[in-house]
C-alpha cells in the first residue's frame, strides 16, 4: 500500500506488518529489521553518503531499510519527500524524524535505528521503544570551533548531546571524534565504538602505469573546511624549486570561483588545472597520475580521499587535525604539516616530488572486510527491546 502524511511528507511503498498496543511494538516476524536514517545517501554529496552506501552494498546479511532524501530507485531505499529538507536539508530531516518515527518503526516493522548524526547528519531527540545506533562522523563542537566563521553552530550542540545520550550505542569513524563525544560531550567511552571508514581495494589500487613526473592531486570539495585556498597559496613557494609543478584540483563548491581568481592573481594558470566533478570511475587513475595527493584541512570527520590515495599507492601530504592525523601517523604513508603554515606544507609537497617513495599496503583497519564485520557486529549485539 502507498503511506502518505498530509502533514509530514511521504514516503515509498511499504507493507503494515506491526501493529501499536499500550505503547509496544507488536511484530509479526521473521528476523531483525534495521532502518538506516541519513541526510545523505546516493548518489552521495560527501562522506556520511559514501559511509551509507557502502552500508547498503555491502552489509547484505542485515535486513536494512534506507531512509533518506535522495532520489533514487535502488531496493530497499524509501526516499523522504517532506518539503522543510529543501529549505533546511540535514536539519529538515531531523524534524521529519521526530514527528514520523513512531509510524515508520510500525509500518516498516524495524527493530532498530540507525541514525547517522553530526554536521550533515541527523538529530534524534525523543527517546524511542526500539535500540538505536547513532553512527557519529564528526560534530559541531568541532565544526563551530575549529571553523571561526560558523560559531553559530554552537546552538545545535544541546541537539547533538541528546541524540548521542539517548543512543544505546554510539559509531564512531575516527578516535579524533570519540575524543570530542568523550571529553567535550562527556559520553561514557563504553558506549562508544570505533569502525573507520573502508575503500574498497577492487576499486582503489596500484596500477602498473608510472606516475607522472610532479603531479600534485587535490580532491574533493572546494570550500573553506577543505583549506584549498592555503594549497594553492603554497603553489609560488612550489614553483620556485620546481617550475613545471602540477596541481589538479578535482571537484566543486562554494569557493570555486573564488579559487580560480585566486591562481589568476597569483599567476599560477601554467601550475594549476581544475578538473571540475570527477566521477567515481575516474578516481583511481587520478590518484595512480599524482606523485602526491594533499588533504590541506582545517579538519575532518574522517579523511577517505587519504585511504583512498594510499589504496592507490600513492602518498598523502596532509594537514595535522582531526580525522587526518592517526592516519598519517604512520610516516611510511606519509607527512603531516600544520594547518595554517604554507612555508610548511609547500616544503612537504617538494619533498614529496623530488624523493618518490614506495606506499606500503593500507592497514587492515581501513579495509573492507573489517568495516563489514565490525558493523555487523555492533548492529547484531544492540539487544532489541521486548
Not at 531527540?125 to 553512527?135: F, S
Not at 575524543?179 to 563504553?190: A, D, G, K, S, T
Not at 571540475?276 to 570527520?301: K, R, W
Not at 609547500?346 to 558493523?375: D, H, M, T, W
Request: aromatic fraction near 12%; include cysteine.
Amino acid at each position: 500500500m502507498m503511506i502518505w502524511n498530509t502533514s509530514f511528507g511521504r514516503l515509498g511503498h511499504g507493507n503494515r506488518r506491526g501493529e501499536h498496543r499500550r505503547g509496544k511494538y507488536y511484530y509479526r516476524r521473521q528476523g531483525i529489521k534495521i532502518g538506516v536514517i541519513t541526510y545523505d545517501f546516493f548518489p552521495f554529496i560527501g562522506g556520511i553518503g559514501r559511509h551509507t552506501s557502502l552500508m547498503f552494498s555491502e552489509l547484505k546479511r542485515l535486513d536494512m531499510l534506507f531512509f533518506s532524501p535522495a532520489c533514487n530507485s535502488l531496493p530497499r531505499h524509501i526516499r523522504i519527500n517532506f518539503w522543510v529538507i529543501r529549505l533546511f536539508k540535514q536539519v529538515g530531516v531531523s524534524i521529519w524524524l521526530f514527528f514520523n518515527v513512531y509510524r515508520i518503526i510500525s509500518e516498516y516493522h524495524l527493530d532498530k535505528l540507525n541514525v547517522h548524526s553530526g554536521p550533515g547528519g541527523v538529530f534524534l531527540i525523543q527517546r524511542l521503544p526500539i535500540p538505536v545506533i547513532v553512527t557519529c562522523h564528526h560534530t559541531y563542537w568541532q565544526q563551530s570551533t575549529y571553523i571561526k566563521s560558523q560559531f553559530w553552530k554552537r546552538i545545535f550542540l544541546p541537539f547533538e548531546k541528546r541524540t548521542y545520550r539517548l543512543a544505546s550505542k554510539i559509531v564512531c569513524v575516527s578516535a579524533d571524534t570519540k575524543r570530542i563525544l568523550v571529553e567535550r560531550y562527556h559520553v561514557p567511552e563504553e558506549k562508544i565504538r570505533i569502525i573507520h571508514n573502508a575503500v574498497d581495494t577492487n576499486k582503489f589500487y596500484p596500477l602498473r602505469k608510472r606516475q607522472k613526473q610532479n603531479i600534485i592531486l587535490y580532491i574533493g570539495r572546494i570550500d573553506k573546511r577543505k583549506g584549498v585556498e592555503l594549497l594553492i597559496r603554497s603553489m609560488p613557494f612550489v614553483r620556485q624549486q620546481i617550475t613545471d609543478a602540477l596541481l589538479l584540483v578535482g571537484g566543486k563548491g562554494s569557493s570555486l570561483e573564488k579559487m580560480k581568481a585566486l591562481v589568476s592573481r597569483l599567476n599560477l594558470e601554467r601550475n594549476v588545472t581544475f578538473l571540475g566533478f570527477v566521477p567515481d570511475e575516474q578516481l583511481n587513475s587520478l590518484y595512480n597520475q599524482a606523485q602526491c595527493v594533499v588533504v590541506p584541512s582545517i579538519f575532518e570527520g574522517f579523511g577517505l580521499t587519504v585511504i583512498e590515495a594510499l589504496a592507490a599507492g600513492t602518498r598523502v601530504v596532509g594537514t595535522e587535525v582531526d580525522g587526518i592525523r592517526e592516519i598519517l601517523k604512520n610516516e611510511d604513508y606519509g607527512v603531516l604539516v600544520k594547518y595554517g603554515d604554507c612555508s610548511a606544507l609547500a616544503g612537504a609537497i617538494i619533498s614529496e616530488l623530488k624523493n618518490q617513495k614506495r606506499v606500503p599496503p593500507i592497514s587492515p583497519e581501513y579495509q573492507l572486510s573489517r568495516f563489514i564485520s565490525l558493523y555487523q557486529q555492533v548492529l547484531d549485539e544492540t539487544a532489541v527491546i521486548t
